[in-house]
Protein backbone atom coordinates (compact mmCIF):
# COMPACT_ATOMS: atom_id res chain seq x y z
CA UNK A 1 0.00 0.00 0.00
CA UNK A 2 1.16 3.43 -0.79
CA UNK A 3 0.71 6.15 1.94
CA UNK A 4 1.75 9.44 0.90
CA UNK A 5 3.77 11.64 3.18
CA UNK A 6 3.87 15.24 2.47
CA UNK A 7 4.04 17.13 -0.62
CA UNK A 8 7.39 18.35 -1.95
CA UNK A 9 7.95 21.82 -3.75
CA UNK A 10 7.33 21.00 -7.25
CA UNK A 11 4.13 19.11 -5.94
CA UNK A 12 5.40 15.81 -6.08
CA UNK A 13 4.83 13.74 -3.13
CA UNK A 14 7.19 11.75 -1.04
CA UNK A 15 5.96 8.18 -1.21
CA UNK A 16 5.70 6.08 1.63
CA UNK A 17 6.72 2.71 0.63
CA UNK A 18 9.45 0.55 1.32
CA UNK A 19 9.64 -0.86 -2.35
CA UNK A 20 12.48 1.74 -3.86
CA UNK A 21 11.53 0.19 -7.16
CA UNK A 22 8.14 1.02 -7.12
CA UNK A 23 9.27 4.66 -5.96
CA UNK A 24 11.14 5.01 -8.73
CA UNK A 25 8.23 4.25 -11.05
CA UNK A 26 5.46 6.53 -9.59
CA UNK A 27 7.75 9.48 -9.56
CA UNK A 28 8.94 9.04 -13.34
CA UNK A 29 5.21 9.20 -13.64
CA UNK A 30 4.55 12.32 -12.09
CA UNK A 31 7.27 13.86 -13.40
CA UNK A 32 5.67 12.95 -16.96
CA UNK A 33 2.26 14.32 -15.66
CA UNK A 34 3.97 17.40 -14.26
CA UNK A 35 4.91 18.16 -17.86
CA UNK A 36 1.62 17.17 -19.53
CA UNK A 37 -0.99 17.23 -17.11
CA UNK A 38 -4.37 15.62 -17.24
CA UNK A 39 -7.86 18.06 -18.64
CA UNK A 40 -9.90 16.48 -15.76
CA UNK A 41 -12.71 17.93 -18.09
CA UNK A 42 -11.75 14.98 -20.41
CA UNK A 43 -9.86 12.39 -19.11
CA UNK A 44 -11.93 9.71 -18.46
CA UNK A 45 -11.83 7.73 -15.12
CA UNK A 46 -9.23 5.26 -16.66
CA UNK A 47 -6.80 7.82 -17.33
CA UNK A 48 -7.53 10.19 -13.99
CA UNK A 49 -6.34 7.01 -12.25
CA UNK A 50 -2.99 7.69 -13.52
CA UNK A 51 -2.81 9.26 -10.40
CA UNK A 52 -1.68 7.15 -7.76
CA UNK A 53 -3.61 9.76 -5.39
CA UNK A 54 -6.85 8.57 -6.87
CA UNK A 55 -8.33 5.87 -6.40
CA UNK A 56 -11.38 3.94 -8.95
CA UNK A 57 -14.15 5.20 -6.98
CA UNK A 58 -12.64 8.79 -6.87
CA UNK A 59 -12.17 8.69 -10.37
CA UNK A 60 -15.32 8.34 -11.15
CA UNK A 61 -17.11 10.10 -8.27
CA UNK A 62 -15.27 13.26 -10.82
CA UNK A 63 -16.89 12.02 -13.76
CA UNK A 64 -20.07 12.08 -12.69
CA UNK A 65 -19.49 15.41 -11.04
CA UNK A 66 -18.70 17.08 -14.14
CA UNK A 67 -21.49 15.70 -16.04
CA UNK A 68 -23.65 17.45 -13.47
CA UNK A 69 -22.18 20.30 -13.33
CA UNK A 70 -21.33 20.91 -16.93
CA UNK A 71 -17.63 20.82 -16.03
CA UNK A 72 -15.12 22.07 -13.22
CA UNK A 73 -13.64 25.89 -14.70
CA UNK A 74 -10.84 25.57 -11.59
CA UNK A 75 -9.16 23.00 -9.60
CA UNK A 76 -10.58 24.15 -6.36
CA UNK A 77 -13.80 22.99 -8.25
CA UNK A 78 -12.47 19.66 -6.97
CA UNK A 79 -13.23 20.28 -3.65
CA UNK A 80 -17.53 19.83 -4.22
CA UNK A 81 -16.68 16.26 -5.18
CA UNK A 82 -17.54 13.98 -2.93
CA UNK A 83 -14.30 11.85 -1.26
CA UNK A 84 -11.81 15.15 -2.37
CA UNK A 85 -10.70 16.67 0.64
CA UNK A 86 -8.09 19.87 0.75
CA UNK A 87 -5.30 18.16 1.16
CA UNK A 88 -6.09 15.65 -1.18
CA UNK A 89 -6.84 18.24 -3.98
CA UNK A 90 -3.33 19.97 -3.20
CA UNK A 91 -2.19 16.80 -3.95
CA UNK A 92 -3.80 16.36 -7.38
CA UNK A 93 -3.21 20.07 -8.36
CA UNK A 94 0.15 20.21 -10.08
CA UNK A 95 -0.99 17.35 -12.62
CA UNK A 96 -3.67 18.14 -13.81
CA UNK A 97 -5.65 21.26 -16.22
CA UNK A 98 -9.08 22.32 -16.78
CA UNK A 99 -8.40 24.33 -19.90
CA UNK A 100 -9.52 23.14 -23.08
CA UNK A 101 -6.27 23.40 -25.19
CA UNK A 102 -3.19 22.44 -23.12
CA UNK A 103 -0.15 24.68 -23.20
CA UNK A 104 2.29 23.69 -25.92
CA UNK A 105 5.03 21.96 -24.34
CA UNK A 106 9.36 22.64 -25.09
CA UNK A 107 10.41 20.14 -27.60
CA UNK A 108 13.44 20.06 -25.76
CA UNK A 109 14.10 19.20 -21.41
CA UNK A 110 17.20 19.24 -20.35
CA UNK A 111 18.12 18.01 -16.27
CA UNK A 112 21.03 18.67 -14.77
CA UNK A 113 21.64 17.09 -10.95
CA UNK A 114 24.89 17.00 -8.87
CA UNK A 115 25.07 15.90 -5.09
CA UNK A 116 28.44 15.68 -3.36
CA UNK A 117 29.69 15.60 0.57
CA UNK A 118 31.47 19.15 1.20
CA UNK A 119 33.67 17.12 3.80
CA UNK A 120 34.60 13.93 1.54
CA UNK A 121 36.59 13.60 -1.67
CA UNK A 122 35.60 11.43 -4.66
CA UNK A 123 32.02 11.48 -3.29
CA UNK A 124 29.99 13.57 -5.93
CA UNK A 125 27.29 12.21 -7.84
CA UNK A 126 26.15 13.51 -11.36
CA UNK A 127 22.61 12.97 -13.39
CA UNK A 128 21.65 14.46 -16.63
CA UNK A 129 18.60 13.98 -18.75
CA UNK A 130 17.98 15.25 -21.86
CA UNK A 131 14.57 14.63 -23.70
CA UNK A 132 13.17 15.86 -26.59
CA UNK A 133 9.58 15.80 -27.71
CA UNK A 134 9.13 17.16 -31.44
CA UNK A 135 5.95 15.47 -32.88
CA UNK A 136 6.15 12.00 -33.74
CA UNK A 137 10.08 11.93 -31.79
CA UNK A 138 11.04 11.25 -28.33
CA UNK A 139 14.27 10.76 -27.36
CA UNK A 140 16.07 10.68 -24.32
CA UNK A 141 19.83 10.61 -23.48
CA UNK A 142 21.09 10.09 -19.93
CA UNK A 143 24.10 9.57 -18.55
CA UNK A 144 24.93 9.41 -14.70
CA UNK A 145 28.24 9.02 -12.57
CA UNK A 146 27.89 7.66 -8.61
CA UNK A 147 30.51 7.69 -5.94
CA UNK A 148 31.75 4.36 -6.60
CA UNK A 149 33.13 5.54 -10.20
CA UNK A 150 35.94 7.55 -11.58
CA UNK A 151 34.40 8.72 -15.25
CA UNK A 152 31.49 11.19 -15.60
CA UNK A 153 30.41 8.93 -18.63
CA UNK A 154 30.86 5.39 -17.34
CA UNK A 155 27.24 4.85 -17.58
CA UNK A 156 25.08 6.00 -19.94
CA UNK A 157 21.70 5.14 -21.84
CA UNK A 158 19.74 6.82 -25.14
CA UNK A 159 16.70 6.02 -26.85
CA UNK A 160 13.82 7.37 -29.27
CA UNK A 161 10.45 6.17 -30.13
CA UNK A 162 8.63 7.15 -33.54
CA UNK A 163 5.20 7.11 -33.61
CA UNK A 164 3.00 7.59 -36.49
CA UNK A 165 -0.91 7.03 -35.60
CA UNK A 166 -0.70 3.98 -33.95
CA UNK A 167 2.65 2.35 -34.98
CA UNK A 168 5.28 3.00 -33.00
CA UNK A 169 8.93 1.83 -33.02
CA UNK A 170 11.68 2.15 -30.30
CA UNK A 171 15.31 2.05 -31.02
CA UNK A 172 18.01 1.94 -27.95
CA UNK A 173 17.37 1.57 -24.54
CA UNK A 174 13.54 1.71 -24.16
CA UNK A 175 10.67 1.00 -21.40
CA UNK A 176 7.95 -1.57 -22.45
CA UNK A 177 5.17 -1.40 -19.86
CA UNK A 178 2.45 -3.49 -21.00
CA UNK A 179 0.28 -3.33 -17.92
CA UNK A 180 1.44 -7.22 -16.52
CA UNK A 181 3.21 -7.85 -13.84
CA UNK A 182 3.86 -11.54 -13.89
CA UNK A 183 5.20 -11.88 -17.69
CA UNK A 184 6.51 -8.79 -18.78
CA UNK A 185 8.01 -5.96 -16.22
CA UNK A 186 10.28 -2.71 -17.46
CA UNK A 187 11.90 -3.34 -13.88
CA UNK A 188 13.36 -6.77 -14.55
CA UNK A 189 13.14 -9.86 -11.72
CA UNK A 190 14.16 -9.78 -7.69
CA UNK A 191 11.78 -7.11 -7.01
CA UNK A 192 7.85 -8.44 -5.42
CA UNK A 193 5.21 -5.35 -4.58
CA UNK A 194 1.32 -5.68 -5.49
CA UNK A 195 0.21 -2.27 -6.10
CA UNK A 196 -3.24 -3.21 -8.39
CA UNK A 197 -3.50 0.13 -9.71
CA UNK A 198 0.41 -0.09 -10.73
CA UNK A 199 -0.47 -3.55 -12.91
CA UNK A 200 -3.67 -3.24 -14.25
CA UNK A 201 -2.83 -0.53 -16.82
CA UNK A 202 -1.16 0.05 -19.84
CA UNK A 203 1.87 2.49 -20.31
CA UNK A 204 3.01 0.80 -23.63
CA UNK A 205 6.43 1.86 -24.84
CA UNK A 206 8.74 4.83 -24.07
CA UNK A 207 11.68 6.16 -24.10
CA UNK A 208 14.23 4.97 -21.26
CA UNK A 209 14.38 7.78 -18.89
CA UNK A 210 15.68 5.86 -15.53
CA UNK A 211 19.24 5.27 -13.88
CA UNK A 212 18.26 1.99 -12.87
CA UNK A 213 20.71 0.06 -15.19
CA UNK A 214 18.81 -3.17 -14.04
CA UNK A 215 15.25 -2.26 -15.40
CA UNK A 216 14.22 -1.41 -18.80
CA UNK A 217 15.60 -2.86 -21.97
CA UNK A 218 18.23 -2.37 -24.92
CA UNK A 219 17.06 -3.42 -28.68
CA UNK A 220 14.49 -2.44 -30.68
CA UNK A 221 10.19 -3.00 -30.34
CA UNK A 222 7.18 -2.47 -32.70
CA UNK A 223 3.40 -1.78 -32.25
CA UNK A 224 0.76 -1.46 -34.23
CA UNK A 225 -2.65 -2.01 -34.95
CA UNK A 226 -4.27 -4.42 -37.77
CA UNK A 227 -6.93 -4.83 -36.36
CA UNK A 228 -5.05 -6.78 -33.20
CA UNK A 229 -3.19 -4.20 -30.94
CA UNK A 230 0.49 -6.08 -31.13
CA UNK A 231 4.10 -5.73 -29.96
CA UNK A 232 7.27 -7.53 -30.79
CA UNK A 233 10.09 -6.69 -28.76
CA UNK A 234 14.10 -7.81 -29.04
CA UNK A 235 16.70 -6.82 -25.86
CA UNK A 236 19.92 -7.58 -25.52
CA UNK A 237 21.19 -6.01 -22.30
CA UNK A 238 24.34 -6.31 -19.63
CA UNK A 239 22.92 -6.92 -16.32
CA UNK A 240 25.05 -5.96 -12.82
CA UNK A 241 24.74 -8.91 -10.37
CA UNK A 242 26.94 -10.24 -7.82
CA UNK A 243 27.44 -14.21 -7.93
CA UNK A 244 29.10 -15.97 -5.58
CA UNK A 245 31.21 -19.21 -5.94
CA UNK A 246 28.59 -21.57 -5.51
CA UNK A 247 27.17 -19.95 -8.42
CA UNK A 248 24.25 -18.12 -6.46
CA UNK A 249 22.87 -14.63 -7.60
CA UNK A 250 22.86 -12.71 -4.12
CA UNK A 251 21.02 -9.58 -5.59
CA UNK A 252 21.44 -7.27 -8.16
CA UNK A 253 22.03 -3.64 -7.55
CA UNK A 254 18.40 -2.21 -7.55
CA UNK A 255 19.52 0.73 -5.63
CA UNK A 256 19.45 2.93 -8.89
CA UNK A 257 22.81 3.57 -9.06
CA UNK A 258 24.84 1.89 -11.64
CA UNK A 259 27.72 -0.26 -10.19
CA UNK A 260 31.07 -1.22 -11.07
CA UNK A 261 33.62 -3.89 -10.19
CA UNK A 262 35.38 -1.43 -8.29
CA UNK A 263 33.11 -1.15 -6.10
CA UNK A 264 31.84 -4.45 -4.84
CA UNK A 265 33.82 -7.63 -3.59
CA UNK A 266 32.79 -9.72 -6.22
CA UNK A 267 30.77 -8.92 -9.35
CA UNK A 268 29.81 -10.18 -12.76
CA UNK A 269 28.48 -8.75 -15.52
CA UNK A 270 25.38 -11.09 -16.84
CA UNK A 271 23.87 -11.40 -20.10
CA UNK A 272 19.89 -10.80 -20.74
CA UNK A 273 19.10 -11.91 -24.24
CA UNK A 274 14.94 -11.58 -24.96
CA UNK A 275 12.66 -11.71 -27.96
CA UNK A 276 9.03 -12.12 -27.35
CA UNK A 277 5.48 -10.54 -28.68
CA UNK A 278 2.26 -9.18 -27.05
CA UNK A 279 -1.06 -9.21 -28.48
CA UNK A 280 -4.60 -7.49 -27.11
CA UNK A 281 -7.65 -6.84 -28.19
CA UNK A 282 -10.71 -4.87 -26.11
CA UNK A 283 -14.12 -5.38 -27.11
CA UNK A 284 -16.12 -2.42 -24.65
CA UNK A 285 -14.71 -2.46 -21.39
CA UNK A 286 -12.99 -6.25 -21.62
CA UNK A 287 -9.19 -6.42 -22.69
CA UNK A 288 -7.59 -9.50 -22.95
CA UNK A 289 -4.02 -10.47 -24.36
CA UNK A 290 -1.99 -12.80 -25.05
CA UNK A 291 2.29 -12.90 -24.20
CA UNK A 292 5.11 -14.92 -24.54
CA UNK A 293 8.71 -14.25 -24.85
CA UNK A 294 12.20 -16.36 -25.22
CA UNK A 295 15.29 -15.92 -24.10
CA UNK A 296 18.60 -17.09 -22.19
CA UNK A 297 20.89 -15.81 -19.16
CA UNK A 298 24.57 -15.88 -19.15
CA UNK A 299 26.69 -16.97 -17.54
CA UNK A 300 24.68 -19.60 -15.63
CA UNK A 301 23.44 -18.86 -12.13
CA UNK A 302 20.85 -19.85 -9.99
CA UNK A 303 18.26 -17.78 -7.32
CA UNK A 304 19.49 -17.69 -3.94
CA UNK A 305 15.86 -19.46 -3.34
CA UNK A 306 16.55 -21.82 -5.82
CA UNK A 307 17.50 -25.50 -6.34
CA UNK A 308 17.31 -25.19 -10.19
CA UNK A 309 20.30 -23.85 -12.58
CA UNK A 310 18.04 -22.37 -14.22
CA UNK A 311 18.90 -19.09 -14.95
CA UNK A 312 22.22 -19.90 -17.26
CA UNK A 313 19.75 -21.48 -19.59
CA UNK A 314 17.44 -21.08 -22.65
CA UNK A 315 14.04 -20.42 -21.25
CA UNK A 316 10.34 -19.63 -22.79
CA UNK A 317 7.39 -18.44 -21.04
CA UNK A 318 3.85 -17.84 -22.12
CA UNK A 319 0.58 -16.34 -20.79
CA UNK A 320 -2.58 -14.45 -20.62
CA UNK A 321 -3.82 -11.29 -19.51
CA UNK A 322 -7.24 -10.10 -19.00
CA UNK A 323 -9.09 -6.90 -17.51
CA UNK A 324 -12.41 -6.29 -17.40
CA UNK A 325 -14.06 -2.71 -15.90
CA UNK A 326 -17.44 -1.01 -15.95
CA UNK A 327 -18.45 2.01 -13.87
CA UNK A 328 -17.80 0.72 -10.55
CA UNK A 329 -15.72 -2.05 -10.84
CA UNK A 330 -12.31 -3.49 -12.28
CA UNK A 331 -10.86 -6.92 -12.54
CA UNK A 332 -7.66 -8.12 -13.71
CA UNK A 333 -5.83 -11.19 -13.65
CA UNK A 334 -2.97 -12.69 -15.95
CA UNK A 335 -1.88 -15.74 -15.71
CA UNK A 336 1.49 -17.52 -17.14
CA UNK A 337 3.50 -20.85 -17.73
CA UNK A 338 7.57 -20.80 -16.48
CA UNK A 339 10.33 -23.13 -16.11
CA UNK A 340 9.51 -26.90 -15.65
CA UNK A 341 5.77 -26.13 -16.35
CA UNK A 342 4.56 -24.28 -13.35
CA UNK A 343 1.85 -22.36 -13.42
CA UNK A 344 0.89 -19.08 -11.76
CA UNK A 345 -0.49 -15.73 -11.81
CA UNK A 346 -1.78 -12.60 -10.00
CA UNK A 347 -5.65 -11.06 -9.80
CA UNK A 348 -7.77 -8.54 -8.14
CA UNK A 349 -10.45 -6.68 -8.17
CA UNK A 350 -11.83 -3.56 -6.67
CA UNK A 351 -15.35 -2.23 -6.25
CA UNK A 352 -16.03 1.45 -5.86
CA UNK A 353 -19.26 2.99 -4.50
CA UNK A 354 -18.72 6.10 -2.90
CA UNK A 355 -17.94 6.89 -0.09
CA UNK A 356 -16.98 2.91 -0.03
CA UNK A 357 -13.92 1.67 -1.73
CA UNK A 358 -12.88 -2.44 -1.50
CA UNK A 359 -10.32 -4.44 -3.38
CA UNK A 360 -8.35 -7.76 -3.28
CA UNK A 361 -5.40 -8.42 -4.74
CA UNK A 362 -3.33 -11.24 -4.63
CA UNK A 363 -0.78 -14.08 -6.23
CA UNK A 364 -0.09 -17.42 -6.38
CA UNK A 365 3.52 -18.68 -7.42
CA UNK A 366 4.14 -22.24 -6.81
CA UNK A 367 7.56 -23.76 -5.40
CA UNK A 368 9.99 -23.64 -8.88
CA UNK A 369 8.28 -20.77 -10.52
CA UNK A 370 10.74 -18.55 -12.18
CA UNK A 371 9.65 -15.18 -14.55
CA UNK A 372 12.97 -13.66 -14.73
CA UNK A 373 10.88 -10.48 -15.93
CA UNK A 374 8.19 -10.70 -13.98
CA UNK A 375 7.88 -7.98 -11.40
CA UNK A 376 5.24 -9.67 -9.39
CA UNK A 377 6.53 -13.28 -9.30
CA UNK A 378 7.64 -14.52 -5.79
CA UNK A 379 9.00 -17.74 -6.03
CA UNK A 380 6.56 -20.55 -3.52
CA UNK A 381 4.34 -17.88 -2.26
CA UNK A 382 0.83 -16.71 -1.80
CA UNK A 383 -0.01 -13.66 -1.07
CA UNK A 384 -3.75 -11.80 -0.68
CA UNK A 385 -4.55 -8.30 0.20
CA UNK A 386 -7.40 -6.70 0.97
CA UNK A 387 -8.07 -3.05 1.17
CA UNK A 388 -11.38 -1.32 2.25
CA UNK A 389 -11.36 2.59 3.01
CA UNK A 390 -14.90 5.03 3.95
CA UNK A 391 -13.73 8.81 2.45
CA UNK A 392 -16.54 11.43 3.02
CA UNK A 393 -15.56 14.80 2.82
CA UNK A 394 -13.99 15.40 6.57
CA UNK A 395 -12.74 11.77 7.61
CA UNK A 396 -10.91 9.13 5.44
CA UNK A 397 -10.96 5.31 7.51
CA UNK A 398 -8.77 2.51 5.98
CA UNK A 399 -7.79 -0.98 6.77
CA UNK A 400 -5.57 -3.49 4.87
CA UNK A 401 -4.76 -7.23 5.57
CA UNK A 402 -1.75 -8.87 4.15
CA UNK A 403 -1.98 -12.53 4.18
CA UNK A 404 1.39 -14.12 3.53
CA UNK A 405 2.01 -17.80 2.84
CA UNK A 406 5.47 -19.53 2.09
CA UNK A 407 4.53 -22.46 0.74
CA UNK A 408 8.12 -23.77 1.22
CA UNK A 409 8.01 -24.16 5.15
CA UNK A 410 3.90 -23.94 4.75
CA UNK A 411 4.18 -20.83 7.27
CA UNK A 412 1.73 -18.07 7.28
CA UNK A 413 1.94 -14.44 8.32
CA UNK A 414 -0.57 -11.57 9.30
CA UNK A 415 0.04 -7.90 8.53
CA UNK A 416 -3.08 -5.58 8.99
CA UNK A 417 -3.07 -2.07 8.94
CA UNK A 418 -5.60 0.30 9.54
CA UNK A 419 -5.58 4.30 9.21
CA UNK A 420 -7.42 7.48 9.81
CA UNK A 421 -7.42 10.90 8.10
CA UNK A 422 -9.28 13.42 9.93
CA UNK A 423 -9.56 17.17 7.98
CA UNK A 424 -11.06 20.14 10.26
CA UNK A 425 -10.10 23.51 9.19
CA UNK A 426 -6.28 24.38 8.51
CA UNK A 427 -5.63 20.87 10.20
CA UNK A 428 -5.53 17.77 8.59
CA UNK A 429 -4.77 14.67 11.37
CA UNK A 430 -3.30 11.09 10.40
CA UNK A 431 -2.72 8.19 12.18
CA UNK A 432 -1.93 4.52 11.07
CA UNK A 433 -1.60 1.56 13.28
CA UNK A 434 0.08 -2.31 12.26
CA UNK A 435 0.12 -5.53 13.75
CA UNK A 436 1.41 -8.72 12.33
CA UNK A 437 0.14 -12.11 13.51
CA UNK A 438 2.64 -15.47 13.29
CA UNK A 439 2.40 -19.06 14.62
CA UNK A 440 -0.56 -18.28 16.88
CA UNK A 441 1.95 -14.62 18.02
CA UNK A 442 0.94 -10.95 17.64
CA UNK A 443 2.62 -7.50 18.31
CA UNK A 444 1.69 -3.94 17.34
CA UNK A 445 4.75 -3.60 14.89
CA UNK A 446 4.07 -0.30 14.03
CA UNK A 447 2.34 3.11 14.69
CA UNK A 448 2.39 6.58 12.76
CA UNK A 449 0.72 9.93 13.43
CA UNK A 450 0.80 13.25 11.58
CA UNK A 451 -0.34 16.46 12.09
CA UNK A 452 -0.18 18.94 9.24
CA UNK A 453 -1.47 23.34 9.58
CA UNK A 454 -1.92 25.04 6.67
CA UNK A 455 -2.14 28.43 7.52
CA UNK A 456 -1.98 29.60 4.43
CA UNK A 457 -2.21 28.30 0.92
CA UNK A 458 1.44 29.01 0.64
CA UNK A 459 2.35 28.04 4.30
CA UNK A 460 2.55 24.84 6.33
CA UNK A 461 4.04 22.90 9.23
CA UNK A 462 4.28 19.18 9.78
CA UNK A 463 4.85 17.08 13.09
CA UNK A 464 5.40 13.39 12.55
CA UNK A 465 6.02 10.54 15.39
CA UNK A 466 6.24 7.34 14.22
CA UNK A 467 7.25 3.86 16.19
CA UNK A 468 8.21 0.19 15.02
CA UNK A 469 8.92 -2.89 16.43
CA UNK A 470 10.55 -6.42 15.72
CA UNK A 471 8.36 -9.02 17.68
CA UNK A 472 10.78 -11.58 16.43
CA UNK A 473 13.73 -11.47 19.53
CA UNK A 474 12.67 -11.30 23.24
CA UNK A 475 13.02 -8.76 24.23
CA UNK A 476 11.27 -7.09 21.11
CA UNK A 477 13.61 -4.11 19.59
CA UNK A 478 12.09 -0.97 19.17
CA UNK A 479 12.42 2.54 17.03
CA UNK A 480 11.17 5.94 17.28
CA UNK A 481 11.11 8.96 15.34
CA UNK A 482 10.02 12.56 15.31
CA UNK A 483 9.81 15.37 13.01
CA UNK A 484 9.11 18.48 11.72
CA UNK A 485 8.45 19.94 8.83
CA UNK A 486 7.64 23.94 7.59
CA UNK A 487 7.35 24.52 4.11
CA UNK A 488 6.21 27.47 2.00
CA UNK A 489 4.87 26.64 -2.08
CA UNK A 490 4.32 29.11 -4.30
CA UNK A 491 4.38 29.43 -8.04
CA UNK A 492 7.44 30.67 -8.77
CA UNK A 493 9.50 29.01 -5.52
CA UNK A 494 9.14 27.18 -2.60
CA UNK A 495 10.87 26.39 0.76
CA UNK A 496 11.08 23.58 3.11
CA UNK A 497 13.37 22.35 6.12
CA UNK A 498 13.12 19.36 7.99
CA UNK A 499 14.50 18.33 11.85
CA UNK A 500 13.90 14.85 13.04
CA UNK A 501 15.34 12.77 15.92
CA UNK A 502 15.66 8.90 16.11
CA UNK A 503 16.08 6.30 18.62
CA UNK A 504 16.18 3.21 17.15
CA UNK A 505 17.75 -0.43 18.49
CA UNK A 506 18.51 -2.67 15.87
CA UNK A 507 18.39 -2.37 12.15
CA UNK A 508 15.36 -4.70 11.78
CA UNK A 509 13.46 -1.80 13.71
CA UNK A 510 14.92 0.58 11.42
CA UNK A 511 12.67 3.71 10.38
CA UNK A 512 11.94 4.81 6.98
CA UNK A 513 11.70 8.43 6.43
CA UNK A 514 11.08 9.04 2.98
CA UNK A 515 12.00 12.91 1.80
CA UNK A 516 12.28 15.11 -1.38
CA UNK A 517 15.61 15.06 -2.71
CA UNK A 518 15.66 17.24 -5.92
CA UNK A 519 12.27 17.39 -7.89
CA UNK A 520 11.42 13.86 -9.47
CA UNK A 521 13.57 12.01 -6.80
CA UNK A 522 13.14 10.54 -3.73
CA UNK A 523 15.75 9.59 -1.79
CA UNK A 524 15.38 7.06 0.90
CA UNK A 525 16.74 8.11 4.93
CA UNK A 526 16.69 4.72 6.75
CA UNK A 527 17.31 5.94 10.47
CA UNK A 528 18.71 3.51 13.09
CA UNK A 529 20.82 3.72 16.11
CA UNK A 530 20.52 6.86 17.83
CA UNK A 531 21.03 10.72 16.03
CA UNK A 532 19.39 13.30 14.23
CA UNK A 533 19.17 14.63 10.59
CA UNK A 534 17.70 17.30 8.67
CA UNK A 535 17.49 19.39 5.29
CA UNK A 536 16.57 22.14 3.93
CA UNK A 537 15.44 22.08 0.26
CA UNK A 538 14.67 25.73 -1.75
CA UNK A 539 13.36 25.70 -5.33
CA UNK A 540 13.41 29.15 -7.55
CA UNK A 541 11.48 28.75 -11.05
CA UNK A 542 12.59 32.81 -12.12
CA UNK A 543 11.42 32.02 -15.67
CA UNK A 544 8.88 30.02 -17.30
CA UNK A 545 11.62 28.01 -19.14
CA UNK A 546 14.06 27.65 -16.14
CA UNK A 547 13.77 25.82 -12.77
CA UNK A 548 16.97 26.12 -10.17
CA UNK A 549 16.38 23.99 -6.57
CA UNK A 550 19.53 23.27 -4.07
CA UNK A 551 19.40 21.22 -1.08
CA UNK A 552 21.49 20.67 1.58
CA UNK A 553 21.22 17.36 4.00
CA UNK A 554 22.84 16.70 7.34
CA UNK A 555 22.80 12.94 9.33
CA UNK A 556 24.05 12.72 12.73
CA UNK A 557 24.57 8.98 13.35
CA UNK A 558 28.10 7.66 14.31
CA UNK A 559 29.41 11.25 12.60
CA UNK A 560 27.96 14.18 11.02
CA UNK A 561 28.18 13.90 7.58
CA UNK A 562 26.79 16.59 5.09
CA UNK A 563 25.78 16.40 1.51
CA UNK A 564 24.79 19.56 -0.47
CA UNK A 565 22.69 18.88 -4.11
CA UNK A 566 22.00 21.29 -6.70
CA UNK A 567 19.60 20.57 -9.94
CA UNK A 568 18.67 22.45 -12.88
CA UNK A 569 15.74 22.00 -15.16
CA UNK A 570 15.95 24.04 -18.62
CA UNK A 571 12.75 23.68 -21.12
CA UNK A 572 13.84 25.35 -25.03
Avoid at 331 to 344: K, M, Q, T
Avoid at 411 to 420: A, C, E, K, L, M
Avoid at 538 to 555: D, H, N
Wanted: proline share 4%.
Amino acid sequence: MILFLLVCLTGADALETEDSARVDIILHELDDLRRHPININEADAEELCRLPFLDQGLAEAIVRYRRRAGGLRDPDDLRRVPGITLALMEQVRPYIRTSVRAVSPRPVTQRIRLRADPARSGTNELYTATKVNNGDLRAALITEKDPRESSYLDYWAAGLVTQYGERLFALGRYDLDLGAGTMLSSMGSFFSTLDFRMISRERGIKPYTSTLENGGFFGAAFSDSIPLRYTFFYSNLDRDGRIDDDGNARSFDDSGDHADSAGLARQDRINEDLAGYHIRHRIGGLKIGHSAYTGAYRPAFACDDSAYDFYGHRFWMAGVDMRYGVPGFLVFSELARSHRDRIGGIFGFSAARPPLFFQVAGKYFPRGFFSPKGGEALDGHSITTITARYRSRIVLLGSETIVRHDLRDDSTRYDVTIWGEKEAGMVDGKILLRWRWNDSRSALTGSRATIRITPWRLLYAEARLEDKADPLPDPAGRGFFGGLEIGVVGQWFGFKTRLGWFDVDDYACRIIAYEPDLPGVVNNRVLYNQGRYGFILGTIKPVAWGELSVKYAVMDRDSLTGQIGGQVDVKW
